[in-house]
């Protein structure tokens, strides 16, 4: 019998990885590197919880039946290992998202994730907090994070009006997931929130102002392989190293390819590419940016 309280007893803080999918060089789901991945978080990065099959994770080009898989795996090897697996469930439908929902739940995650669906978006607060609802009542005892990331959904309604009431329609409602830029909305989230709720903030460039800000925590790629590094940063007073790795990254153009890359070289997993239409990064660019954050970091 495990001693631990119940994940919707235990507030998410910290930094949390969002972890990236590992795929064959065929394209195929990875199961097999995920226990590494875990040990690699563990051991090497001192990381505790995973956010999987987020933005990261590439979930929005895999199959449902992939990210069931996926999830399982990354539960099953976390047991023991992470403090909570928090699953990213959100789909362009409701319908996949509940049945994601409720196979969390049987499937002993210790929390889910939703993010606003993109193609038919809501365009103010309300139907989107009536579309988390739905999805919550599909596993009604996890925690539940809504996933605010306008960037990538294009869905502009903020975060802070989500949040309003929210905890009268959600019971499990556990915080936020904040990858927005804007951070008035994100201090009016901090200011609303609930003693039991994280609020934890996902641009990784920010997170600095975001911790000034009050935020509980942070959910990003970076933790998957900057940990380490961040707890250097934190020793040595570097904290201005680490907005200027994050800024030369976003001008020589990042995204989930790049991203993905760079983690392989740094960890040595087995990652593979990423899906189409995400293209991999060519080796020169990859190889200039691992050069770069050596020269940071280069104690990391
Ligand atoms: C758009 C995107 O991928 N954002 C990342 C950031 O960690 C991002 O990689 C970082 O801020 C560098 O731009 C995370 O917020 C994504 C994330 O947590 C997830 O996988 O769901």
Redesign the pocket.
């Known amino acids: 019998m495990s001693l631990m309280a119940p994940a919707a007893e235990r507030k998410l803080t910290g930094l949390v990885a969002?972890t990236f999918t590992p795929l064959t060089t065929q394209g195929e789901i990875n199961l097999k590197e995920i226990g590494r991945y875990i040990d690699y978080l563990t051991e090497k990065q001192g990381v505790n919880n995973i956010?999987v099959n987020?933005?990261?994770?590439e979930s929005m080009s895999l199959s449902v039946a992939e990210r069931k898989i996926l999830a399982e795996e990354w539960c099953q090897k976390a047991k023991g290992k992470m403090d909570q697996v928090i699953v990213?469930v959100g789909c362009m439908n409701l319908k996949d998202s509940q049945e994601l929902a409720g196979h969390a739940a049987q499937i002993g995650a210790d929390g889910i994730a939703v993010i606003a669906p993109s193609f038919f978006k809501p365009s103010t607060a309300e139907p989107l907090k009536m579309f988390l609802h739905e999805v919550a009542l599909a596993a009604p005892t996890l925690p539940f994070y809504y996933?605010h990331?306008p960037a990538?959904t294009g869905v502009n309604v903020l975060a802070s009006d989500v949040l309003e009431g929210i905890e009268e329609l959600i019971p499990s409602f556990s915080g936020v997931?904040f990858?927005g830029v804007d951070l008035m909305d994100l201090g009016q989230c901090v200011s609303y929130s609930q003693p039991r709720w994280s609020v934890l903030y996902?641009?990784?460039?920010q997170l600095l102002a975001a911790l000034a800000l009050g935020a509980h925590g942070a959910?990003?790629?970076?933790s998957s392989y900057m940990l380490s590094c961040y707890r250097q940063i934190k020793k040595r007073h570097y904290n201005l190293s680490l907005p200027l790795h994050?800024c030369f990254?976003?001008i020589t153009g990042?995204d989930?390819g790049v991203?993905k890359q760079l983690m392989i070289e740094l960890s040595g997993l087995n990652l593979g590419p990423p899906r189409l239409p995400v293209m991999p990064c060519p080796h020169e660019q990859c190889l200039c940016i691992a050069q770069k954050y050596h020269s940071i970091f280069p104690e990391c």
């Open positions: 969002a956010f987020g933005t990261t994770g990213h996933y990331i990538v997931k990858s996902g641009v990784d460039e959910v990003g790629s970076d994050l990254l976003l990042f989930v991203n």
